[in-house]
């Protein structure tokens, strides 16, 4: 049988999604698979200006086998046990959508059942948050790596982290460079295209240099040179679902306490974002531009900020959706190339993340076979549709009616997942989590609960425990959450004592 393995994979563009992309491959398929090599221009900018994540990244870093500790001192991260939103469903909200579970499932029935059930209408989302270690613990500015103690919350403390996005970047590129991966520095000007079948055959840089390939990266941002510019891929809008398309971006002094969360702050036209670094607050508010003016938006964050910026704003235009073909030909493209799904649940890098680890499954050789590519175009939707309707969900779910963006998002018409998924949680509480779609039942019971969705009934499954033992049970429940917690040592010390960025000593 003939050898019709990938021979050389380039991709094109690097910061976060180019740098996870050559780091990941680069340690999975090794060198003596194929030639992995990427281009870049320090002439381009990268948009990174500060990530939140979620969980799943720490899976990606145990990947790659890398130190937790060295990765954290070297972005100058910190720690996420979850988001708090701000005056979303109604001003002078706050509740913190967090990793991991409410409670404890009991008799084969879910936590939130039980606790809708013990607390009928009367309850608020600090009661909720009284059942998990992640919101309580936020709340309080702690932080703990999960340790061995049985069956106690402390062992499943689920976490993800803020870090510095060009940092991280860098980290990924000594990463990869280190496997074997080879840089060019250059600007592309020319994409060339096999005449027989249109499949990309080389890029050519400014100075002349023509790289060839087999498979195609394209991490080249918004524009997405190979994917749209070569291939014509095409792109579905979800601007009337999702109408924010504006951002401003700027960072601030450090802000104390360090908490262990992002902030996500509901305004006229859209929301702001606060990110804690060790060095400093990353910021940035994205509106919509048909509701309100950059000029606005712009006095609104600076207005805003809590300690003095550090740089000047950066502003970012985009439209919310994806590729019609996240796979063309024998060009697969990933992070800000295949879409965009605006920050407010830090989904970006997990994307990214996702995207790489579905072509691993699906790695073509250069036959490139249509059933790999169409799955993984079939499969990624799917993904980015489930996403897209949890941040419908944040805007839709709402009792604001101060502006015309307001009135606007709650009185649209959404997709009929999420219809079906609200109709389903006002009867019963009910949530299903379907065919691995990232956001699970807490999550969602999380934010419904949040923006004052309340069932009409609890679960009738709920009544396999009588009223006293669920109060009694409940009660534990929270209970050891609480003396977790207090277990538990501050944020800032945690970093202090692990991993604290070199040449921040005093902060």
Known sequence: MSDRRIRK?????????????GATLSKLLKNQYCEI???????????????????????FNRTLGIDENDFIRRTKATFKLGIEFQDWGRIGDRYIHPF??????????????????HHGADYTVDTLEQYSLQAVAARQAKFMRPVNAGNSPLSKIAYAFHFDATLYAKFLREEAEARGVVRHEGLVTKVS??????????????????????????CTGFRGLLIEGALHAGYNDWSHWLPVDRAIAVPCERVDPLIPYTRSIAREAGWQWRIPLQHRTGNGHVFASNFTS??????????????????????????????????????????LSAGFIEPLESTSIHL????????????????????????YNRVTTFEFERIRDFIILHYHATEREDSEFWRYVKAMPVPDYLADKIALFKAYGRIFRENDELFNDTSWFSVMIGQRLRPAMYDPVAEVQSR?????????????????????PLHADFIDQHCKAPGLEGA
């Open 294 to 335: 950059v000029e606005a938006a712009h006095d609104t964050l600076m207005g805003s900020l809590d300690t003095p910026p550090t740089a000047e704003p950066r502003y970012l235009r985009f439209l919310t959706g994806h590729r019609k073909s996240f796979w063309k030909k024998n060009c697969v493209a990933l992070g």
């Open 468 to 488: 006293q033992e669920t109060a009694e049970r409940i009660a534990n429940i929270r209970s050891v959450i609480a003396t977790s917690a207090d277990h538990m």
């Open 100 to 117: 991991g579970p409410y409670g404890l499932d009991m008799d084969g029935v879910s936590f939130h059942a039980f606790f809708l059930k």
């Open 193 to 218: 295209q096999r005449g027989e079948d249109g499949f990309i055959s080389s890029v050519t840089l400014e100075d002349g240099r023509e790289l060839e390939a087999d498979l195609f990266i394209d």
């Open 352 to 375: 990214i993340q996702s995207g790489i680890a579905k072509l691993l499954q699906m790695f073509p050789d250069r036959n490139f076979d249509p059933v790999n590519i169409d799955r």
């Open 9 to 21: 994979i380039l991709i094109v563009g690097g910061g976060t999604a180019g740098w996870m992309a």
């Open 37 to 59: 090599e990427l281009v870049e221009s320090e002439q381009i900018g990268t948009v990174g200006v500060g990530e939140a994540t979620i969980p799943q990244i720490g899976t």
